[in-house]
């Protein structure tokens, strides 16, 4: 399996495919499916400071090859995270992106130092743009300036390397990589999900509790594509890819757009197998297209 | 590793009531599923415009066939299309899901009352069944919005008394199940529920002591406890306390979650 | 009908339908599949100074319940325009919308000022979004001040009242839809289409000539709601809603946005009769919801 | 108004070659269609993940029985999911569609070429029994990729000789079908062609001068000349200049446009 291993700053990873952060929980789940040994990684549920309930319900909605979902953040907190979720990956041989929220830039700095440090935290994935957040959150991933501060002061503090999880709701992506490239960070995620609503025709309101929610799955692939395209072309750290990711075609099309691997999000939950189906398809895609290594692709698109 | 997916193939859709379809499965899946109130999470077709799966509660299974029954409302986009499936497709099931209803609950000779409503009717049947089966006495208290709507009257009397409610009035006692609970006097040991979050809230203000039992019913992302969309409150609990239907539930105590 | 009429700055409407410029040619391809009369109105295509060829082909992509384009503005130029489009609209009873583009603030100025004055033209579509535009086009739409800049030479010129169609790949669309209001739009259009990309995994090439493409269709639906959502309860001039609308029930969902009226763009490409089939059944749904005209629908998700 | 959307029933589905499929389609829309080398738009299905309808040409036509034949390679998501539906199944079509081979040009008695590649094939076979019907004297010659590409010989045959190519050599003369052409010095009145682009580039380079008319492929959106996706540079044309393929084309003289 050589040929789809890939190893980037804090996560040497067997093969380029990790859930995404928000729709695996803590991994314990679906470990009931299948040898979560199997993944490249995984990306845990957002961690903040203190133990959060989220939004009220309903917090998801479906869309035409999308859904919304208003989660709100809801996690144990920092100690619960740590005392109830990482233990778990004890038995484990698989490298763990924590990723990370708050709506403070101390609140970001104090569970990135703590969390850091845990064993079995293998790099952290800061979340600058849950758009589900009322206060900060939203402000940090459309501002250069800012998502550049905390980027250097989550570096400072951080015993692994840091990724920058982008918000894809901005005019000017580019912009806002490069700023978080030059504050130290050492790699990027993207994308979180776009802002969207829907409306109930009958009820006359939103579907939501929260109104608003974030926009996942196929339906936002092209978006995603397009902003990896264009940021990698830019800077010089790796790009964790995601945004409607399902089949293994799709994971190809992430890392010729410039992604150095890939995050599998919604398509968890319209099926649950398919990380390990996508690892599967891999090797029969690089022999198709007669290349040795995952590592042959990334950028293809435009570096050949 | 507990196989929780697979493929089932229809053998059977039919209309019971006005847009309610009862959908009978099959398949080797079925050898796994044994809890009434538990429920599956159906994927509508192969097609990549409905993404996400819909929970469906077991209504009845014949372990010796492989065979389980649901029975839903076409209402939406996703059911619509599933009752438009013949028989011979197949259908990407997970499950069993969820913590289903208490059955250890009702002893041997006592009685217990299923009050359900509507859409929620369906998993009473399977467990009536299985209450059946320990010696328990059932009554069954169903309520419909009309004459229309009602199903499984027949299936339910092979149980135990039977009392019908429509809300028009058009068929049965006129009125909600809390009024044909009140007027015949109906009393229990156990009492099992599932219908709209009204009915619950009704009889979690009548019988918050008792031993009673209620489902819940809330949109979902994963249905296997991964994403969190499916949370309520717990009563009294503290601020960030929380129950997630698909795996907590969606069977609860009554009084233990805020509905 | 009276139920479905709707009266907006220069388009007095029968109902709320129109389909979306650049998806419904000049009116005659459709019109040999119904009667053009039966709209509300009709938004044509963008038309430029001079006549352009536009992109190279592959021009279109198609996405999970979308579609990308990178059709680049092609049109026969003003006076073609004015010269073989729109004297055909003389037999037809309908307000016409000209979207209008350009590439530096005079073309905008001449096109608007010439064409604002020509019969069969009811209302100006400043289009200042189309992300297929290399020079100029995108700025327009990203940047608050230069929009309003903008707005305001056109509405100085025009002849007949200006909307203005807004690009939806921005971090505040708000603030535009605010600054546009002031410089003294009649109206705004939106959403316009998000820019996306295909790759084509077996080739490794974008599957556009232009790389990059405008995304449209059900899959941006719920951006185009949440977008119109948040501008309505800001601005106090009406909104053209579109974005991803196949259905009468879609049309509904935009009115309680807070749109007055909408527009349909890529469903007609999958059913050229989704606009007399949205306009049979809106009736029925006025019936369904115990209202007796749609305007009593508009804003209907916040404003009651 | 003419009618040009319809509903029309799938009576055929059959596998003809390695992933091409033979459809027969059978509706009131049928009436409209007549001239060979135009197209229909086709929706995959009802469902909404894949929006865009599939151009794909007619085949051949039965007025009377009112059914219409399409060839086509599942290659892609949509035309894979056209191949999964079955007898009886009804299909969304617009069209006829396009402007087709101009019959008019092959005068009785006069030497005919059609020239296909791959899956530009089909709509050759209904242009060459026109022609014959018209008193044409008709040659074919096909190019596949390889022997189990090839479909319609048999039928090919009954219009006229028939000369097939496979690129791999495995039937047929190995090489292309201008390969043919020269070998055996195929000459003609008035060639009619459809097939990949390289090959029409090659007939263009030899027969610019002459009656040659060549069916073009295009990636379309709305198929009757509203959304400017699939136009074409005009040879020797101003910088602005186009013809669109959907609605002045897909048929065109040889050298009218760039290819
Ligand atoms: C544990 C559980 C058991 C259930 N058992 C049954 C049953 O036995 N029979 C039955 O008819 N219905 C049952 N339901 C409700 C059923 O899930 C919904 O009616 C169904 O999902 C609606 O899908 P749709 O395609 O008709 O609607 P759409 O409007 O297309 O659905 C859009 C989205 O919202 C979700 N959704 C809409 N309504 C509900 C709802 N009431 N509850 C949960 N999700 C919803 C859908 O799952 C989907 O994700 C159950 C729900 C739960 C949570
Ligand atoms: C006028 C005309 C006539 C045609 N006649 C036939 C025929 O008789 N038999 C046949 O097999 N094919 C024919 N084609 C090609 C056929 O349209 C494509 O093979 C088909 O659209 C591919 O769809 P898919 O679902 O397999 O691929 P996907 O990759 O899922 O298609 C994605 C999108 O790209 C478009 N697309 C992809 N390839 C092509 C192509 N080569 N040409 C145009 N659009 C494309 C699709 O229409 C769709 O919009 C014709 C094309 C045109 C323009
Ligand atoms: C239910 C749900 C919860 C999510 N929670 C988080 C989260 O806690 N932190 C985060 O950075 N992203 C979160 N996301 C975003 C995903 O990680 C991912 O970026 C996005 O969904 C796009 O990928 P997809 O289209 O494959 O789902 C969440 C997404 C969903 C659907
Ligand atoms: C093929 C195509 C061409 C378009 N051309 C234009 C245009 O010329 N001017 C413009 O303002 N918008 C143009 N648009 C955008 C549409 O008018 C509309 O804003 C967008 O497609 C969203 O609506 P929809 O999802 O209903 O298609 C075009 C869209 C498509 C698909
Ligand atoms: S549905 Fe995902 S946690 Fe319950
Ligand atoms: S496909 Fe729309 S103009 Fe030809």
Known sequence: MERLQISLPGLEMKNPVMPASGCFGFGKEYGQFFDLNQLGAIAIKATTKEARFGNETPRVAETKAGMLNAIGLQNPGLQGVIEQELPRFDDYDVPILANIAGSTMDDYIEVAAELSQQRNVSAIELNISCPNVKQGGIAFGTVPEIAAELTKEVKAVSAVPVYVKLSPNVAD?????????????????????LLGMRIDAKTRRPVLANQYGGLSGAAIKPVALRMIHQVSQQVDIPIIGMGGIQ?????????????????????????????????????????????????????????? | MRKKQGRLTIVKQTEVARDSYELVLEGELVKHMSQPGQFLHVRVDESEDLLLRRPISIANIDPEKEQVTMIYRAGGAGTKRLAAQRVGTEVDVLGPLGQGF??????????????????????????????VENGARVTSVLGFASQADVFYEQPFKQLGNVHIATADGSYGAPGFVTDVISQQSLDFDVLYSCGPTPML???????????????????????????????????????????????????????????
């Not at chain 1, 912009?175 to 994308?191: N, Q, S, T, V, Y």
């Not at chain 2, 250890?104 to 069944?129: D, F, H």
Request: aromatic share 8%; proline share 5%.
């Open chain 1, 247 to 304: 089949t293994a075609e799709d994971v190809i099309e992430f890392l010729l757009a410039g992604a150095s691997c890939i995050a599998v999000g919604t398509a968890n939950f319209t099926d649950p197998y398919t990380c390990p189906n996508i690892i599967r398809d891999l090797p029969h895609w690089l022999d198709r297209l007669e290349v040795q290594s995952i590592t042959d692709l990334i950028g293809g698109s435009w570096n050949e």
């Open chain 2, 102 to 131: 208490p059955l250890e609950e009702a002893k041997r000779g006592e009685e217990v009352l299923l009050v359900g409503g509507g859409i929620g009717v369906p998993p009473l049947y399977y467990l009536g069944r299985r209450l």
């Open chain 2, 201 to 259: 809230k009704a009889l979690t203000a009548r019988y918050r002591e008792r031993r009673a039992f209620i489902s819940l019913e809330e949109r979902m992302g994963c249905g296997v406890g991964a994403c969190f969309a499916c949370v309520c409150h717990v009563e009294n609990g503290q601020a960030h306390e929380y129950r997630k239907i698909c795996t907590d539930g969606p069977v609860f105590p009554v009084g233990e979650v805020v509905l």
């Open chain 1, 173 to 193: 992506i580019v912009a806002i990589a490069k700023a978080i490239e030059k504050a130290g960070a050492d790699g990027l995620a993207m994308i979180n999900t």
